[in-house]
């Protein structure tokens, strides 16, 4: 019978044990990324559109957008890349910023954690260094081209294939939506998914977004070329890379 009793005590030991390491690497963070050691839980990346000057309404609201994506829709855990769009795809196929939420702390007990610590580490090495970053993607000259469907390609090789996360996955886009290249340019007129598709360009240009949400702020700089038929393109679009339209905004301004 004593036997029996330690025995079992031992069994409990080594499972508090064996509890508390698994514990201890799932609250672990790279110094650098802020990412749980683990991997990162979800994964949100903004494509924000610098190729014409934003208005002041405009930058107000994209502002407070970026506040609501950094401060409320990103949880603990995941990681936030920031993409820029601008007139040379080449220059701009790496995010300009990739940082996960480490947490606040809330949630959390202080007699085992230090929250005073955590929070300071959510602001000033998550809030802070990607504010300023997104702060600084205000556009002030307008720019020749437009490639949305080079970037878009970009962001999913280089944020959604590159980090293969296992979690929730979205593309927020800022943008007018008007693709503006010497091969494809959509201030030419409404545009037709299928006939587009169908050319060389098209066929070039199709992305792949296995099973990632896509949300659309469209900045209105020529609304009569923004009207359904834009919209109904790039549902097509999106929904040809096997993504899924999930939100479609005007920015105010």
Known sequence: MKAAVVFAATVAIIGGVFYWINKSKQ?????????????PKGHIVLLIDTTDPFTFTQKEAFLSLMRDVIQRRTPEGYLLSIFVLGADYKEHAKPIAELCNPGTGLGKSEWTADLKNLRSQYENKFVAPITKQAELLIGTQPAKASPIFEMVQLVGINAFELHAINGDRRLIIVSDMLHNTTEYSMYAGQPDFPTFSSSNYGRRSQSTLNGIDVELHYLM?????????????????FDKAKARLVAVNPLAG
């Open 221 to 237: 700089n020529s609304p009569r070329l923004q009207e359904r038929p834009n919209v109904l393109f790039w549902e097509a679009y």
């Open 27 to 39: 609250d672990s963070l790279n110094s650098i990324t802020m990412c749980p050691v683990l991997g």
